[in-house]
């Protein structure tokens, strides 16, 4: 068992591998229990949403807007790369003209804040590419190793 702050209790149940999260303010319910208890999938996603929001905070404390995220576009290390990542890249692929993030956001129904990570991340790295109106796309590197030619060239004509 741990201690977030010293007040929250988190463990992990031996026999149903259920993630359980207990503090001393919770009212016990009708059966008396007094905890919450999340299946490993559930205890993922509810970290990765407790993650976005805290860096969402972080940032706005920073007086950062989203956009420039609260590295100010630099690569943000200690990051996990998960599926939307790459399903950004996908639809990103299927736009070659570019997407804001309004539309990236309608198109794949994921947060603002997770967009806006992912993006700084792929413009860091060089993958992706930022328009003065505020469109990104794939750079033609990433199209390539996609499998698919860059619009107007050849993979032959980059090498």
């Given at each position: 068992?741990?201690?977030?702050?010293?007040?929250?209790?988190?463990?992990?149940?031996?026999?149903?591998?259920?993630?359980?999260?207990?503090?001393?303010?919770?009212?016990?319910?009708?059966?008396?229990?007094?905890?919450?208890?999340?299946?490993?999938?559930?205890?993922?996603?509810?970290?990765?949403?407790?993650?976005?929001?805290?860096?969402?905070?972080?940032?706005?404390?920073?007086?950062?807007?989203?956009?420039?995220?609260?590295?100010?576009?630099?690569?943000?290390?200690?990051?996990?790369?998960?599926?939307?990542?790459?399903?950004?890249?996908?639809?990103?692929?299927?736009?070659?003209?570019?997407?804001?993030i309004e539309d990236l956001r309608?198109?794949?129904?994921?947060?603002?804040?997770?967009?806006?990570?992912?993006?700084?991340?792929?413009?860091?790295?060089?993958?992706?590419?930022?328009?003065?109106?505020?469109?990104?796309?794939?750079?033609?590197?990433?199209?390539?190793?996609?499998?698919?030619?860059?619009?107007?060239?050849?993979?032959?004509?980059?090498?």
């Amino acid at each position: 068992m741990e201690k977030v702050a010293g007040v929250v209790e988190v463990w992990r149940t031996d026999d149903t591998h259920e993630i359980v999260i207990k503090h001393p303010d919770l009212k016990p319910d009708a059966k008396g229990v007094s905890q919450i208890v999340f299946s490993p999938r559930h205890a993922r996603h509810l970290a990765s949403l407790l993650i976005e929001h805290a860096a969402d905070a972080e940032a706005e404390a920073a007086g950062k807007s989203l956009d420039e995220g609260i590295s100010g576009g630099e690569l943000q290390p200690g990051r996990l790369v998960d599926h939307s990542v790459f399903r950004i890249v996908e639809v990103l692929r299927e736009i070659p003209t570019g997407l804001r993030i309004e539309d990236l956001r309608a198109m794949t129904g994921f947060p603002r804040s997770t967009i806006s990570r992912a993006l700084t991340n792929l413009v860091a790295c060089k993958c992706a590419s930022r328009s003065d109106e505020g469109s990104y796309r794939l750079n033609n590197d990433v199209t390539i190793v996609a499998g698919e030619q860059p619009p107007g060239g050849t993979a032959d004509a980059l090498a």
